[in-house]
């Protein structure tokens, strides 16, 4: 924020449900009229420090802050609404990136053989790179996708339920999401193919990607709340 002066009123809002953004503008224009309060208090011949003690009491930024929570039209849609934005949204998010990444992977390829004039079937090296590439995509969107609804968690102060129900939800579909290169033994002819199940004769792997997501994710998720509500707690002292 810029005036430092305001962190706590700002805190209170985004804990109540407001929007970072709608947050922000209100502490411009709190702030723009704190400096015209001060400079009207100097002009009448006041000092800087009781200026700023003239120009916090006027603000009365209590009365704001009832203001703004008795209104519930103003909490971001994430707060009014977050069984979509925890449950929904994490799962088409992950299910896009999964898509963009394997059309990227295909256009790829396709590329190379078409310009450069590389066959993925003729070629150890490209083969190679096409299994690690999907090696990453299996173990490394869903750690993503899973750290984006932690941000939003985070940036809008979800309790921390949601952020967990969209993790654990992620996690599960992305361990249960395949991807693998195919080549015909009678005709060197490369097939994607990709999809959701699993075996259960092979249940190790899947249950391995989604303790890994749900690990790296909530770790990071926890220990970023954390140091958010110490400094939040710094600022209130």
Same mark, same amino acid.
């Given at each position: 924020?810029?005036?430092s002066r305001f962190r706590g ?13 709608? *947050? ?12 015209? =309060? ?19 009491? %006027? ?11 008795? %209104? ?9 609404w977050p069984w979509v934005a925890?449950?929904? =949204?994490?799962?088409?998010? /992950?299910?896009?990136? @999964? ?9 790829? *390829? ?16 490209? #083969?190679?790179?096409?299994?690690? @590439? =999907? ?17 939003v968690a985070l940036s809008r ?60 994710? =909530?770790?990071? /998720?926890? #220990?970023? %709340? ?12």
């Amino acid at each position: 924020m810029r005036n430092s002066r305001f962190r706590g009123v700002a805190e209170q809002l985004l804990n109540a449900g407001v929007s970072p953004r709608r *947050v922000r503008r209100m502490m411009s224009e709190l702030a723009d009229h704190f400096d015209d =309060l001060c400079e009207e208090m100097e002009a009448r011949g006041l000092s800087r420090q009781e200026a700023d003690a003239e120009a916090s009491a %006027r603000l009365g930024t209590s009365a704001l802050v009832e203001g703004v929570l008795a %209104r519930p039209e103003l909490r971001s849609w994430v707060r009014r609404w977050p069984w979509v934005a925890f449950t929904i =949204l994490p799962v088409a998010m /992950y299910a896009g990136l @999964f898509v963009a990444t394997m059309i990227t992977l295909i256009a790829s *390829v396709e590329f190379t053989k078409n310009a450069l004039g590389i066959d993925l079937a003729s070629s150890t090296e490209l #083969w190679t790179f096409a299994h690690a @590439f =999907l090696g990453s995509v299996i173990w490394v969107l869903p750690i993503i996708a899973a750290a984006a609804c932690c941000a939003v968690a985070l940036s809008r102060r979800a309790p921390a339920v949601w952020a967990v129900v969209g993790v654990a939800l992620i996690s599960s579909i992305g361990a249960l999401t395949n991807a693998q290169l195919e080549l015909s033994p009678v005709v060197p002819r490369v097939s994607f193919s990709a999809g959701i199940g699993f075996s259960t004769e092979s249940l190790l792997l899947p249950l391995s990607r989604a303790g890994c997501t749900l690990t790296i994710a =909530l770790l990071a /998720y926890f #220990w970023f %709340r954390s140091a958010q509500s110490r400094a939040t707690s710094s600022q209130s002292a």
